[in-house]
């Protein structure tokens, strides 16, 4: 796994960072092998995977086990761990600990948070203590029932307030921003005026790299956000070999005798 810092450190004009988010082995190969940078393991796993309506009812011991499945399919990517709904911010000894978890037993290189004026100073404990912390701004879906999962920051005082606690965060340690649902001009300024990568998803292209959703990216989302295009159809891919395989068992042309093996010298009754 790269340091957080050959993340930092590159020159994401010449080289934007490219992250994707995976919650298995399998697809973390996939992604690992196409050369993405940075493996997100999102708490999105609570809708993507689990079937919940949101991420909020995704517990940590779940972000724990599918962590340590993504870090065991990944050899080169930066593994980070979502950290889910009041799994930090509750106090702060049970954060850092939680927080923690993903490094020493999940396998991660660092964590992420839902970012506001209550983690500036958790995300300095964490950093003090070794834990690279990366921050998320603009729609942040944990806050779906005050917030929805409108478009942030499209007055003059959301945007300000957004610049405003990214340049905390920046200051309080974290290594790199993600930037969700804001306008184009809003992350824009914000990449400019920050010295760490700032990451978007429906932020424009002028951050210093995007991030999606897996099942969106693969075309297995069946309601995708706005932002999100799907650049692969497996949904479609799926449908027509489950259907195909279901067709042939009916039709009884599987298993033909090509997939049948007969033990001629077996002598039964
Ligand atoms: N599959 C997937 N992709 C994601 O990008 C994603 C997740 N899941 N789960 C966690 C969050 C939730 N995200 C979302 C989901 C929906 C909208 C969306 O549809 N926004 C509409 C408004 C919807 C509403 O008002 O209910 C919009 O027009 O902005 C935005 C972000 C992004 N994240
Ligand atoms: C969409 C990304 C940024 C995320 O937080 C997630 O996948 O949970
Ligand atoms: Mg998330």
Known sequence: MPSVREIVDRDPEADPITVLTAYD????????????DVVLVGDSIGDAVLGHGSSLPVALDTMATHTAAVARGVDDALVVADLPFLSYGVSEAESLRNAGRML?????????????????????????LGIPVQAHLGLTPQHINRVGLQRQGTD??????????????EEAGAFSLILEHIP?????????ELNIPTIGIGAGPETDGQVLVVNDVVGLSEHPPPFATAFGNVRKEMVAAVETYRDEVV???????????????????
């Open 156 to 169: 003059e005082a959301a945007a300000a307030e957004i610049l405003d606690l990214a340049e905390a965060h």
């Open 251 to 269: 039709g009884g042309s599987f298993p033909s005798a090509d997939e049948t093996h007969v033990e001629e010298g077996l002598e039964l009754e």
């Open 184 to 192: 184009a001009n809003l992350a824009a300024l914000v990449t400019d």
């Open 104 to 128: 020493k037993e999940a396998g991660a290189g660092a964590v992420k948070l839902e970012s506001g004026p209550h983690t500036v100073e958790l995300t300095r404990r964490l950093v003090e």
């Open 25 to 36: 082995t399998p697809t973390a190969r996939i992604v690992d092998d196409a050369g993405i």
